[in-house]
C-alpha cells in the first residue's frame, strides 16, 4: 500500500480506508439501528394511507370507486370512505467530511468523521425502517426503499471527496417542512453556524445540530512547548506552556457552544453534544428520542424494543 | 608542547578556543527547544490567548550542561592531549636519526617501543625534522640513507616488525659512518632493547663521536617496570625430563609460568617459577611420563610474546623408533616363551616398535637401520657377521644405542660387538648340584642411568653369561650387578652411541627380571638415552671409489657435502611460526648446533617433516648482559611503564557519545513524553532506537554490516522465503505478469486449497505466485501455469531451471484456457500456439491424452473427463513410459507435464465471500463441482503419485490371499 505524501493524500488515503470500512459501518449501523423501532405516523388529515379516517358524503367530483358501498347501503345517501394520511416525512442528511473531522487523539476510538458516518448511517437506517424518506443534499434524492441506506453508504463512498462534504448543506433541493441533521464538530466561526441555522429556518427546514468532538477537544491534554496546527495547515498557535491554555480554550470552546446551541433554540433547531470516546448508540438514542416528538402525526414515536413490540 | 603533570598538550594554542564555552552556554540558554508538533481542529480558539511564558521554553540545564560537555571534549581533544608525554627535546627542522633495536629482545615490549617511536616521530612531524630510521637487526649496507619527512617515516615505521635474531648494531653504525649527514643539526635517538651483545660500549662511543655533542643522542632504556627481555632454554636432563632454563640479565625479579604444548598446539604441561632478583636463571623441571614428554613440541613463557622464549623441541627429545632382531624363530609357536615378547610388552606403549620379517640377521639388520632406528634391541643372537657388524659399529658411531639380551649361543663366547668380552659358559645359580642360591639384585648405584628405580623383591637371576673380570676397565660401565656383585647390565660408550649388555635372556628362563615393572622401567630409560642417530656421511663414495686418491680437501668437501636441511617453518619476533621468507637458507646439520640465529638462519624447524631439527635462540652458554653505563651527558630516557597515551581519540569519541545522548534526549523530549496518537509515538520510537543502533554502528565500527548490504539483505529474503515455503506446503502459481490472469489463478487455487483441506488429508495453505525466472521452485509440489495469448519470452536460464524442476519430480500444470476457442469458427489453422511456442524450447516428453486408466483419473475421485470453465478440451499427460524414454522422466513414473485447455482457474476461482466468479458452460453447477475434482485428482497426483496405480494390483493380491 502507498503511503501518503502529504497531507491532503494523507487524508485521501485515510478517506479510502473509511471507505473500505463502510461495509463494517453499514453492519454496525444496521447494529445500532434494530435496536431501535419507529411506526409510520399519520398526518391526522385525510389522504392516501390505510387505516380509516373518516366517512365522508359523496360529491360531484369523486370518483365511483371511492364510494364505501357497505355503508352507503345502510342510508340512502352516498358515502365515500377516506383514509388517514400516512406520508412519510423526508430527512435531509449531512456529515462534514472536512479535514477538521479526520481528527483522532490518544484518548479517542475512532475519528470524528468515522462517527459522523456511522450515526449518518444508522439513523438513516432507522428512518426508513419507520418509513422515511432519507436525502443526501446534492447527491441523493429523497428515498424511502429498502435499499436507501446502501445507496446512502454507496453515495457517501462514491463520493467522499464532494464538496458538499465540506460545507454546510444550502440546497435548492432542500424542500419545506422537510428536516435535516447535521453531524459536525461546528467548530467553524459561529457566524457561519449561525447563517447556517438562519437560512435553514427561513426556508422552513428544522434542522437537528450534532455535534461530535474528539474528548481532547474538550480537554485540551496537552503539555509543554506544543504548536498547535489547524487541520487544513492554514492556522497555527505556538503555546509555550500547552497547560496554561487549558482554562481559557475551555472556556471559550464553552462560549462557542452556547452560542450555538442559543441561536439552534432561538430558531427551533435542535443541539446536543457527542464525543467520540462514547458508544455511538448513545449518541444515536438521544438523537433518536429527539427526532420523535418532532415528527408530525403519530404523536411521538414509539420508543420500544422491536422484539417487545412484536410480542 | 605544554604539560600539567602526566598530561602534555600537543596544540596546547587550541586550548584558548574554551573562552567561547560561556557564549555558546548563552546561546544554548536562549535557543529553546523546537516545540512538539500537534495538528489541532480547534486551534482557532487558541489563537490569541496570550499566555506564552517564554522563560519555560529554555532547554533545561541539565541538557545545557551536557552540550557544554561535549563542547569541552570537544576542544580538549583537538588540542592532542597525551598521558605520560616525552620530555626529550627536538630541535627545529633538523636531522633526527632513529635507531631502533629490533632484535629477539625487543619482541616483549614492542607495543611500548613502537608507541615511543610514533610519539618521537610525531613531534618530529611538529618539528618539522626530516627523519632516518635505522632498525639495527635487519640493516644491511643497501639499506637506504635519504632521511625521509616524518609522515612517510612513519609510514615506513609502521612496517617493522621485532626480528628473532639478534640486532646487528655495529653494521648500523658502519652503515651510518659511510652516511653524509652533512652539517645540519642531528639527533640521535636510540631505542634501546637494553642488553648487551658483547658490543654496546663500542657503539654508544661510536654514535656519541657521531654527534659530536653527547646532548645529541638520547638513550632509552627498559625503565623499572619494563618487561625484561628474557630468554628460556629446555633440555632433557640427567633424569629423563625435560628441564627449562629461564635466563634474564639480571636485576630484575619475574614471576610467571612455563608451558609445554604439544604439536597442535594443546597445552600439556604448565609449573609457575620465580627468578629472583639477585640471580640470572632459574630452573624448571617437568617431571612428566615419557609418553606425555615426547610430545611437547614447544616450551614458553605463558604470557609472552617472543622468540626468545619459545623454545622448539626437536627430534632428540621425541618419539623413539626401535628396531628388534630375535634369533630364535619360535614366536609363532610359542609366544610367551620368545625372546621379544616382553620387550615388545614393555615398550610398546611409548615407542615405535619396528621388527623386520626377514628371518636373515643381515638383512634384517639392514632394513632396520634404513628405517632409522635409534634404538636396536638384539635378543638371543649369538655371533654377528663381520658385515653386520661393521655396519653396527657405525651406526654406534653415529649416536646408535644398541640394546643386546644373552642367550645360550652368547655363552659361547660372543663376538666382538659387545661392551665386555664374555667368559666361555655361563653362570648357573640355584641348580640340583650347586650351593648357590638364586641371586637377587643389587640396589643400582648412582652413575647408572637405572638409578632410583624400585627393586622388587621377587626379582632372581637362575642364569646369566659372566663378563671376564679381567677385561673390566673404565670403559666398561656397569649399569647393574647381582647381590654378589656380578655384573648383570654393562654398557660401553661407542663414539656418540651406547653398546649395552643384558647378561640375561629377554625372556623368563634365567630370570624372573622379564615378569616385573622393573624390566619395563629399566628398558624405557634404556630407549630414552639415545639423542638421534646422525645421517649417515657418504663414506661409500671414498671406499668404492678406490681410483680417486684421498686428497687434503678431501674432509672439507664431505663437510660441504653433507645433507643441508631445508627451512619448513620458522619463528618471526613473537614466536609465532611463519612460512620461511626469501633470506631463509638451508643449514647444515653440523652446524646446527653452534649457530646463533641470524637473518639467513633465523629460528625455527629445519629438516623434513617428521624427522626436523630446532634452531633456537637460547642456548645453554647464553648468558644477557644489561647494557653498560652510557658515556657522560648523553640523554637517557626510560620507556614509560604504561607509555604515553594519545587521549584525543577518547575525547573525540566522549563527544559524540555526549552529542548522541543530546539528540536522544532531545528527540525523547519532543516525542516520546508529550501525548500524541499511537501511531506517531511509535515512529518517534522507531527514530530514537535508530539513532541508539547508529550510534552502536559508529562505537563498534562494524564495517561488515555496511560492506555489500544488498548482497546480506537479498540472501535474507531468499532464506525467508525458502522458510516461509518450506514450513507449510503452498500450491503455486506462475504470474504471467498480467493482473487479471494472476488474479484469477489466485483466487482459483485459494478456492481450491479450501477444497482440498475440506475434502482430503491434505491442508494446503494460501497459494503462491512465483516469478519462473527468479523465484526457487524445489517447494512446490505443483505449479499451476495459465498461458495467454501473449507469453512472455523465457530466457535460457530459466527454461533449465523449469527443466530442472521437472526432472526432479514437480509437475507443472499448464493451462492455456483457450478451449473456448474452439467453438468460435474461423481459427487459424497453421500458426503456432501460444504454449506451443512456450513449450518449444523446454525439454518435454512425448505427451498423449489421457489415457482411460491413467492414475489421474482415479487419485481420488473417479473422473471419466476433466472439465473446468468450459468442457471438451483435452488433458494431455506425458506418454506412459513404454512407449518413450525421454530424459524428463521420473522414476515414479509421475508426469511431469499435464495440459489442459478448460481454464480450470476460472471454474474454481470464488471471491472472498465464496462467491463463484465466472459461469461455467454448458453443465454449470455440476460441471464446477467435477472441475475442483479435476483439481484434487491432480493435486493429488502431483503429491501421491503412482500410488494409486497399484491398485491393478489388487486382482492378483487379493487371489493371493485366498479370497
Redesign the interface.
Known amino acids: 500500500m502507498d503511503t501518503p505524501a502529504n497531507d491532503y493524500d494523507l487524508f485521501e488515503h485515510e478517506a479510502h480506508g473509511l471507505a473500505s470500512a463502510m461495509p463494517a459501518l453499514l453492519v454496525e449501523a444496521a447494529r445500532i439501528a434494530s435496536a431501535l423501532s419507529h411506526g409510520i405516523h399519520g398526518r391526522k388529515r385525510h389522504g392516501p394511507g390505510e387505516t380509516f379516517w373518516q366517512f365522508r358524503t359523496y360529491e360531484n367530483s369523486d370518483a365511483a370507486h371511492n364510494i364505501d358501498w357497505r355503508r352507503s347501503a345502510t342510508t340512502d345517501r352516498l358515502y365515500i370512505r377516506e383514509r388517514e394520511w400516512e406520508a412519510s416525512h423526508t430527512l435531509w442528511l449531512w456529515p462534514d467530511l472536512s479535514p477538521?473531522?479526520s481528527?483522532?487523539?490518544?484518548q479517542a476510538k475512532s475519528r470524528k468523521a468515522e462517527r459522523a458516518l456511522v450515526l449518518t448511517l444508522a439513523i438513516g437506517e432507522l428512518l426508513v425502517r419507520a418509513g422515511e424518506r432519507i436525502g443526501l443534499v446534492d447527491l441523493m434524492p429523497p428515498s424511502n426503499q429498502h435499499t436507501a441506506p446502501q445507496m446512502l453508504a454507496q453515495n457517501i463512498a462514491t463520493h467522499q471527496n464532494h464538496e458538499s462534504f465540506r460545507r454546510f448543506p444550502v440546497s435548492r433541493q432542500m424542500k419545506r417542512y422537510s428536516e435535516c441533521l447535521l453531524f459536525s464538530?461546528f467548530?467553524m466561526?459561529v457566524d457561519e453556524i449561525t447563517d447556517m441555522i438562519k437560512s435553514l429556518s427561513a426556508r422552513g427546514i428544522k434542522g437537528h445540530l450534532v455535534q461530535i468532538l474528539?474528548p481532547?477537544?474538550e480537554t485540551l491534554?496537552?503539555?509543554?512547548?506544543?504548536?498547535?496546527?489547524?487541520?487544513d495547515g492554514n492556522?497555527?498557535?505556538?503555546?509555550?506552556?500547552a497547560q496554561?491554555?487549558r482554562a481559557?480554550?475551555q472556556r471559550?470552546?464553552h462560549l462557542?457552544r452556547e452560542t450555538i446551541r442559543q441561536t439552534a433554540q432561538n430558531y427551533q433547531c435542535s443541539f446536543m453534544v457527542h464525543h467520540t470516546d462514547r458508544p455511538a448508540s448513545e449518541a444515536l438514542l438521544a438523537l433518536y428520542a429527539r427526532l420523535g416528538p418532532s415528527l408530525p402525526g403519530a404523536g411521538g414515536a414509539r420508543l420500544t424494543r422491536e422484539k417487545g413490540a412484536s410480542s | 608542547m605544554m604539560s600539567l603533570g602526566p598530561l602534555g598538550f600537543l596544540s596546547p594554542w587550541l586550548l584558548t578556543a574554551a573562552i567561547v564555552l560561556p557564549l555558546i552556554w548563552w546561546l544554548l540558554r536562549i535557543t529553546p527547544p523546537s516545540p512538539h508538533h500537534v495538528f489541532f481542529p480547534a486551534t482557532r480558539l487558541l489563537a490569541g490567548i496570550n499566555k506564552d511564558e517564554q522563560d519555560k521554553a529554555h532547554s533545561p540545564w541539565w541538557l545545557t550542561l551536557l552540550r557544554l560537555l561535549a563542547a569541552a571534549a570537544l576542544i580538549l581533544a583537538l588540542a592532542r592531549p597525551v598521558l605520560n608525554p616525552q620530555t626529550a627535546t627536538l630541535e627545529k627542522s633538523g636531522l633526527l636519526v632513529a635507531l631502533i633495536d629490533n632484535g629477539w629482545a625487543s619482541a616483549g615490549d614492542w607495543q611500548q617501543r613502537a608507541s615511543s617511536m610514533r610519539q618521537l616521530l610525531e613531534r618530529a612531524e611538529q618539528h618539522n625534522n626530516s627523519v632516518l630510521l635505522l632498525p639495527t637487526a635487519d640493516i644491511d649496507e643497501r639499506h637506504s640513507l635519504k632521511p625521509l619527512s616524518a609522515f612517510k617515516a612513519r609510514e615506513q615505521f609502521a612496517s617493522f616488525t621485532p626480528h628473532p635474531f639478534a640486532p646487528d648494531r655495529l653494521k648500523a653504525l658502519a652503515v651510518l659512518n659511510k652516511a653524509a649527514l652533512g652539517n645540519q643539526q642531528v639527533t640521535f635517538f636510540w631505542l634501546s632493547d637494553g642488553l648487551d651483545y658483547g658490543h654496546a660500549k663500542e657503539f654508544t662511543t661510536g654514535l656519541t663521536a657521531l654527534a659530536g655533542n653527547a646532548k645529541n643522542l638520547t638513550i632509552m632504556k627498559n625503565g623499572a617496570k619494563a618487561i625484561t627481555p628474557l630468554t628460556l632454554h629446555a633440555l632433557v636432563n640427567q633424569k629423563g625430563d625435560l628441564q627449562a632454563t629461564i635466563t634474564s640479565p639480571g636485576g630484575i625479579s619475574y614471576e610467571g609460568h612455563v608451558r609445554a604444548l604439544d604439536n597442535k598446539g594443546r597445552s600439556v604441561f604448565l609449573k609457575p617459577f620465580k627468578l629472583a632478583a639477585n640471580t640470572t636463571t632459574t630452573e624448571v623441571a617437568f617431571e612428566l611420563p615419557l609418553e606425555l614428554r615426547n610430545q611437547i613440541a614447544r616450551v614458553e613463557i605463558k604470557g609472552r610474546r617472543s622468540a626468545s622464549t619459545s623454545f622448539l623441541v626437536d627430534g632428540r627429545a621425541n618419539w623413539q623408533r626401535v628396531g628388534l632382531i630375535s634369533g630364535e624363530a619360535s614366536e609363532q609357536a610359542q609366544p610367551l616363551l620368545s625372546p621379544l615378547y616382553y620387550i615388545k610388552k614393555a615398550l610398546k606403549p611409548f615407542s615405535e616398535l619396528t621388527e623386520p620379517d626377514d628371518k636373515n640377521t643381515a638383512q634384517a639388520t639392514d632394513t632396520l637401520l634404513s628405517r632409522d632406528i635409534t634404538t636396536l634391541i638384539l635378543a638371543g643372537i649369538g655371533r654377528l657377521q663381520s658385515k653386520t657388524s661393521e655396519q653396527l659399529q657405525d651406526w654406534l658411531q653415529r649416536g646408535g644405542v644398541l640394546v643386546r639380551f644373552a642367550g645360550p649361543r652368547l655363552e659361547q663366547g660372543g663376538d666382538d660387538l659387545l661392551p665386555v668380552p664374555l667368559r666361555q659358559g655361563g653362570r648357573a645359580l640355584g641348580g640340583a648340584l650347586s650351593w648357590s642360591k638364586p641371586q637377587k639384585l643389587a640396589p643400582f648405584e648412582e652413575n647408572s642411568p637405572f638409578f632410583g628405580l624400585e627393586l622388587p623383591a621377587d626379582v632372581s637371576v637362575k642364569r646369566q653369561v659372566l663378563a671376564d673380570p679381567s677385561q673390566l676397565n673404565d670403559g666398561v660401565l656397569i649399569w647393574a650387578r647381582l647381590e654378589d656383585g656380578t655384573p648383570l647390565v654393562t654398557a660401553r660408550k661407542t663414539g656418540r652411541g651406547l653398546l649395552v649388555l643384558f647378561h640375561i635372556t629377554a625372556n623368563s628362563t634365567w630370570s624372573d627380571l622379564p615378569h616385573s615393572g622393573l624390566f619395563v622401567d629399566m628398558l624405557r630409560r634404556l630407549v630414552a638415552l639415545s639423542s638421534g642417530v646422525t645421517p649417515k656421511t657418504d663414506t661409500n663414495t671414498a671406499s668404492n671409489n678406490p681410483a680417486s686418491s684421498p686428497q687434503p680437501g678431501d674432509s672439507l668437501r664431505k663437510q660441504a657435502e653433507l645433507p643441508a636441511l631445508p627451512p619448513i617453518r620458522i619463528l618471526d619476533g613473537f614466536g609465532n611460526f611463519t612460512a620461511p621468507t626469501i633470506y631463509t637458507k638451508a643449514v647444515r646439520i653440523a652446524d646446527l648446533d653452534r649457530f646463533t640465529p641470524s637473518k639467513i638462519h633465523p629460528p625455527g624447524l629445519y629438516g623434513t617433516t617428521g624427522r626436523s631439527r630446532a634452531l633456537n635462540i637460547a642456548s645453554p652458554s647464553l648468558t644477557l648482559t644489561p647494557l653498560p653505563a652510557p658515556p657522560a651527558n648523553v640523554v637517557q630516557e626510560n620507556y614509560k611503564a604504561n607509555g604515553s597515551y594519545p587521549l584525543a581519540p577518547l575525547l573525540f569519541t566522549l563527544a559524540l557519545i555526549l552529542f548522541l545522548i543530546d539528540s536522544l534526549i532531545v528527540s525523547l523530549m519532543q516525542g516520546l513524553l508529550a501525548p500524541t496518537g499511537k501511531r506517531s509515538r511509535l515512529r518517534k520510537a522507531v527514530q530514537a532506537s535508530a539513532i541508539l543502533l547508529m550510534a552502536g554502528a559508529a562505537l563498534i565500527g562494524t564495517e561488515p554490516a555496511l560492506a555489500a548490504p544488498g548482497e546480506k539483505q537479498r540472501s535474507a529474503a531468499e532464506d525467508a522465503f525458502a522458510l516461509n515455503m518450506s514450513l507449510e506446503t503452498h500450491l503455486a502459481y506462475v504470474r504471467t505478469g498480467r493482473p487479471d490472469i494472476d488474479r484469477i489463478s489466485r483466487l482459483g487455487l485459494t478456492a481450491l486449497s479450501k477444497k482440498i483441506a475440506s475434502r482430503t488429508a491434505f491442508e494446503p495453505v494460501e497459494p503462491v505466485g512465483v516469478n519462473i525466472a527468479k523465484d526457487e521452485l524445489a517447494f512446490f509440489p505443483l505449479l499451476y501455469w495459465p498461458v495467454p495469448a501473449q507469453p512472455a519470452d523465457l530466457d535460457s536460464a530459466t527454461v533449465a531451471r523449469i527443466n530442472a524442476y521437472m526432472k526432479q519430480g514437480g509437475v507443472i500444470l499448464f493451462d492455456t484456457q483457450d478451449q473456448i476457442n474452439s467453438f468460435l469458427p474461423g481459427q487459424p489453422a497453421g500458426e503456432p500456439t501460444p504454449l506451443a511456442r512456450l513449450l518449444a524450447r523446454m525439454d518435454i516428453p512425448p505427451l498423449e491424452p489421457v489415457p482411460s486408466n491413467h492414475v489421474l483419473t482415479r487419485s481420488f475421485y473417479l473422473l471419466n473427463s476433466f472439465p473446468g470453465r468450459w468442457q471438451g478440451g483435452t488433458l494431455w499427460v506425458e506418454a506412459s513410459r513404454k512407449n518413450t524414454s525421454s530424459s524428463v522422466r521420473n522414476s515414479d513414473d509421475v508426469s511431469a507435464i499435464i495440459i489442459t485447455s478448460n481454464n480450470l482457474a476460472a471454474a474454481w476461482a470464488t471471491d472472498e465471500r465464496g462467491r463463484t466468479l465466472f459461469a461455467v458452460t454448458p453443465n454449470g453447477e455440476r460441471q464446477r463441482e467435477m472441475s475442483y475434482r479435476t483439481g484434487i485428482n491432480i493435486v493429488m497426483y502431483a503429491l501421491t503419485g503412482n500410488y494409486k496405480a497399484d491398485q491393478v494390483h489388487l486382482p492378483a493380491l487379493m487371489r493371493r490371499l485366498g479370497q
Open positions: 477538521s473531522m481528527f483522532i487523539s490518544h464538530d467548530l466561526p474528539d481532547a477537544e491534554p496537552y503539555k509543554g512547548r506544543v504548536l498547535f496546527e489547524s487541520m492556522l497555527s498557535v505556538l503555546a509555550g506552556r496554561e491554555l481559557e480554550y471559550r470552546l462557542h
